[in-house]
């Protein structure tokens, strides 16, 4: 008898156990209005390795952001570019918005490298950046860059190659790369600049979970071993 009730302990234990491992009901982080779920995951004890997809790890951590002290906001790091806060995930387009927790997303734009990263972006546009006397540009329609910018020298960023052959003789170029922008900037004739001063949009191809999403379903892995994705359209128990 005393076997049996060994057994039967030793049974319900290796099941909560399992269960611990691979529960992934959603999460939340602060006071976001989207949850954390499959390929997403919130490392740490509130949703195992196994909830999520290899690259799609988050942290949620306590910040002082816009003035609000002990904040919790969930923080995406991008290898090579380090970590930004996530304003949004839409699951069903596959897109992740982000923004620089210390509110300078052009400097971040300067050095972005997602090459080791499952996200890439859905639109970009070959801006130049460009340092101008301060004089230059105060009375100008140019959009300055005020986060690059200080008391000697305005940035600012154009895609418009008129705008840096006319600017030639005072500004110089500080880098002239593909940057990731939530719309196109302007037509090629344009002599605009923009301060960038919008999010990052990000999106992923793999897992693919459209389908899935679009008939009111979650993608998770089929078991805790198999890397298979399954579409599950009862995923209330989490599980």
């Known amino acids: 008898m005393g076997f049996l009730l060994r057994t039967i302990f030793f049974a319900l234990f290796l099941f909560q156990t399992i269960q611990s491992q691979n529960d992934c009901r959603f999460q939340s982080c602060g006071e976001n209005q989207f949850l954390v779920r499959f390929p997403f995951r919130l490392r ?87 340092s101008c006397p301060p004089e230059q540009i105060a009375n100008s329609r140019f959009a300055k860059i005020d986060c690059l910018s200080n008391s000697t020298s305005s940035v600012l960023a154009t895609s418009s190659m008129n705008l840096v052959k006319a600017l030639s003789d005072n500004c110089s170029t500080i880098a002239a790369l593909s940057v990731p922008v939530l719309w196109p900037l302007q037509n090629s004739n344009d002599w605009l600049s923009s301060d960038l001063s919008g999010d990052l949009m990000l999106t992923w191809n793999v897992p693919n979970c459209e389908g899935c999403e679009a008939r009111g379903g979650v993608c998770g892995f089929e078991n805790g071993t198999s890397d298979r994705i399954m579409c599950y359209t009862d995923p209330r128990t989490g599980n």
């Open 44 to 130: 740490g004890e509130k949703q195992p390795e196994r909830c999520g997809y290899p690259g799609f790890d988050l942290i949620c951590t306590t910040t002082t952001y816009n003035n609000k002290r002990n904040s919790q906001v969930p923080l995406l790091n991008l290898p090579y570019s380090g970590d930004f806060v996530i304003r949004d995930i839409n699951y069903l387009t596959q897109e992740i918005q982000l923004y620089d927790p210390n509110n300078c997303l052009p400097k971040r734009l300067l050095n972005l490298n997602l090459s080791s990263s499952p996200f890439f972006s859905g639109y970009s546009e070959n801006l130049t950046f460009l």
